[in-house]
Every structure is written in structure tokens, then in C-alpha cells.
């Protein structure tokens, strides 16, 4: 799992350099576009919701403890988001739509392009090692 995900700072830490300082806004101002992004996914098809919540949790954890609280304490996203922080889980569910979407907007794309073979396969092979990497993620551990 990339690190950037995982990384946190200590709550209740202040921040100690004039980097800190400066970027915290800007950490601040793209979590919450991730956060509006993620909600218009939840409400268009084919258009992701989780991944831009997961970015914004990660953005949050640089600039705002309370707004990544809020998130992942969610009552509808928190329990993905915490599973996905906690093992790099994807429910079962989420693995068949994500890779619903991705076959879709593939057929879509070649439906609507017509492309020649070079760039049937450029564009098929990100989205099936995509798909692979969605499928080989764990499915998140039963809570009690």
C-alpha cells in the first residue's frame, strides 16, 4: 500500500516547520475537493466514490484531525475507509462494482472510439492491472 496512505501525524501534534505551516492549507483545500468529488460519485454512475475519500482521509490527516475524524467515523464511508487504513481491505460488493465500472467505461471507450489495435491495448492493460490490483486486495476481517 503506498505510504502516503498510511502516513498520519500524532494527534494534537503542532506543526513544526514553516513547510508545515504553509502546506497544511493546501493538504486542507485538496482533502475537502476529494471530499466533493467522492460525494458526486456516490451520486453518478460510473463515476468512483471511495478513492476520492480515501484521498481526502489521507489529506486530512496532514491538515485537519477533526475532518478525518468525521470521515472515518462516517456512518456511511467510515467502515470502508477504516478497513481499507487498517488492511488495504476492499469488501466483496465494492471489488464487483469497481470492476463493473472499469469493464464498462472500457466498453463505453471502445464502443465510442473505434481505436486500432495499439491503443485498444494501451488503454486495456492499465485497466486490467487496475482491476487486478482491486481483486487481489483482502476483503476487510469480520467485526465484532
Known sequence: ????????????????????????????????????????????PLMPTTIFLILAAACFARSSPR??????????????????????????????????GIAIGYVLFWLGARPGLLLTLLVALPMAGCAAFILTRPSPAARR
Do not use: Y
Not at 475537493?33 to 456516490?42: E, Q, R
Open 1 to 44: 500500500m503506498p505510504e502516503f496512505l498510511l502516513m498520519r501525524r500524532a494527534p494534537g501534534s503542532a506543526p513544526h516547520s514553516f513547510f508545515t505551516r504553509v502546506s497544511r492549507p493546501l493538504w486542507l483545500s485538496l482533502g475537502l475537493l476529494m471530499v466533493v468529488l467522492g460525494f458526486i460519485g456516490a451520486l453518478l
Open 67 to 100: 475532518l478525518e475524524t468525521w470521515l472515518l467515523t462516517h456512518s456511511r464511508f467510515g467502515p470502508t475507509l477504516r478497513a481499507w487504513r487498517e488492511d488495504g481491505a476492499i469488501g466483496p460488493r465494492a471489488k464487483m462494482m469497481a470492476c463493473a
